[in-house]
C-alpha cells in the first residue's frame, strides 16, 4: 500500500508531511502510549483505530483527521491511497537491491538443472542496464567442492603413487597397481546407478575412501605373489610352471583374509544404508560407493592382479636365469 502525499493540499490545511505522516503511523500502526508491569514482566499500551475502519483501502481513505486550526478533514484530502505490487522485502547484496527465486529440485541432479537453467535465462531473459544475476546457494557449494576434489583427488593418487613406489621399489608394480582403481570403482558406480543416487559431493568423498581400500587390497596381494615368487627364486626354479604355482599359492593365500576383510567392512556399512535418522542421507551417499566396491574391489585383486603380475614376470627363460644368477651375485658381493 502506498500512500502519495500531496504537499499542496496538506499545505493548503496547515498540514506538513510529519503530521500526515504521523497520522498515518499511529492510526494504522500504531503508537506507544505507556507500559504495563505485571510482576517481573513488562507490556507496552499500544494505540491505534480500530481494525473495523482501517481494513479496506476505502476506509484508509476515510479516516478522519483534525488540524490545529480545527478543520475536520479525512486523509484521502491531502494523500492518494493505492495498492501497487512489489517485493515482499527488500534485500540487498553487495550494497545491492536483490531479489531472490528460490527453486528446489527434485528428480535431477543439480548441476545440470543449474546449467540447463543458466543456458535458458541467457537465451531468454534480457537485463536492462545496472542488472545482474548470480546463482547461489547449494550449487555455488558444490562448485566450490568440486574445485577443491580437483586438487584433491589428483594429489590423494600421487600419494598413493608415491607409497606404492616406496614399498615395491618397482615403477611397474606401482602403476599396476594404480590402473587397476578404476576397475574397482565400478561395482561403487552400478550401484549408485541402481539406487538412483546422482554424483555428489558425499558420493566423491565415498569413492575415494575405496579408492584406499582398493589399493590396499592390491598391495597385499601382490606382496604375497612377490614373496612366493622370491621363495621359488631361491630354491633355483625359474620356469614359467614355477612361477604359475608361485602365484596360484600366493593368490590362495589372501583368500580368506580378504573375505573377512570384506566381511566386516559391509557388516559396518550396511546399518547406514538401511538408517532412516538424521543425517542419513549424505551418510548413505558415502557408504554406496564402498558397498558397492566391496563386491568389484576383491574379485580384481584375486583374479586381474595374479594375471597381471604372471604377464609382467613372464620372462624367457633365458632373461629369468639370468636374473636369478646376477640376484646371487648382488648377494654374495
Same mark, same amino acid.
Do not use: C, H
Given at each position: ?18 503530521? @500526515? ?48 486550526? &480545527? ?25 545491492? =537491491? ?26 531468454? @531473459? ?39 613406489? !616406496? ?23 552400478? =550401484? ?43 630354491? &633355483? ?12 599359492? &600366493? ?17 559396518? !556399512? ?21 558397498? &558397492? ?6 574379485? =580384481? ?8 603380475? =604372471? !604377464? ?22
Amino acid at each position: 500500500m502506498d500512500v502519495n502525499i500531496r504537499r499542496d493540499a496538506a499545505a493548503s490545511f496547515g498540514l506538513s508531511i510529519a503530521d @500526515v505522516q504521523s497520522v498515518i503511523s499511529s492510526a494504522v500502526g500504531g503508537e506507544n502510549i505507556g507500559e504495563t508491569v505485571e510482576g517481573l514482566q513488562r507490556f507496552p499500551i499500544n494505540m491505534r483505530y480500530p481494525r473495523e475502519i482501517r481494513d479496506s483501502l476505502e476506509k484508509l481513505r476515510s479516516l478522519p483527521i483534525v488540524t490545529e486550526r &480545527g478543520a475536520r478533514l479525512v486523509l484521502s484530502d491531502v494523500a492518494e491511497i493505492r495498492i501497487t505490487d512489489g517485493p515482499p522485502m527488500l534485500r540487498s547484496e553487495n550494497a545491492r =537491491l536483490s531479489g531472490w527465486v528460490y527453486v528446489d529440485i527434485r528428480g535431477r541432479d543439480l548441476r545440470s538443472a543449474v546449467q540447463d537453467m543458466q543456458k535458458a535465462v541467457a537465451e531468454k @531473459v534480457k537485463l536492462p542496464p545496472g542488472y545482474s544475476i548470480s546463482w547461489s546457494g547449494q550449487f555455488e557449494f558444490l562448485e566450490r567442492a568440486t574445485a577443491k576434489l580437483k586438487v584433491v583427488v589428483p594429489f590423494t593418487l600421487l600419494i598413493i603413487f608415491v607409497l606404492l613406489y !616406496l614399498t615395491f621399489k618397482r615403477f611397474d608394480e606401482a602403476l599396476l597397481i594404480l590402473a587397476t582403481l578404476p576397475f574397482a570403482l565400478v561395482g561403487g558406480i552400478w =550401484l549408485l546407478y541402481l539406487l538412483s543416487y546422482n554424483l555428489s559431493v558425499a558420493g566423491a568423498v565415498g569413492f575415494i575412501a575405496l579408492a584406499g581400500v582398493s589399493a590396499e587390497f592390491g598391495v597385499i596381494m601382490l606382496l604375497y605373489l612377490k614373496s612366493a615368487w622370491d621363495d621359488r627364486l631361491e630354491q &633355483g626354479k625359474t620356469s614359467a610352471s614355477d612361477l604359475l604355482d608361485a602365484i596360484r599359492e &600366493g593368490a590362495v593365500l589372501r583368500v580368506r583374509p580378504k573375505a573377512m576383510t570384506v566381511a566386516v567392512i559391509l557388516a559396518g !556399512l550396511f546399518p547406514i544404508m538401511w538408517g532412516t535418522g538424521t543425517g542419513s542421507e549424505v551418510m548413505q551417499r558415502i557408504a554406496a560407493p564402498m558397498v &558397492g566396491g566391496m563386491i568389484t574391489a576383491p574379485l =580384481l585383486s584375486m583374479f586381474v592382479i595374479p594375471a597381471a603380475y =604372471l !604377464l609382467m614376470r613372464r620372462p624367457r627363460e633365458r632373461n629369468t636365469r639370468q636374473w636369478f644368477f646376477w640376484r646371487k651375485y648382488r648377494e654374495a658381493v
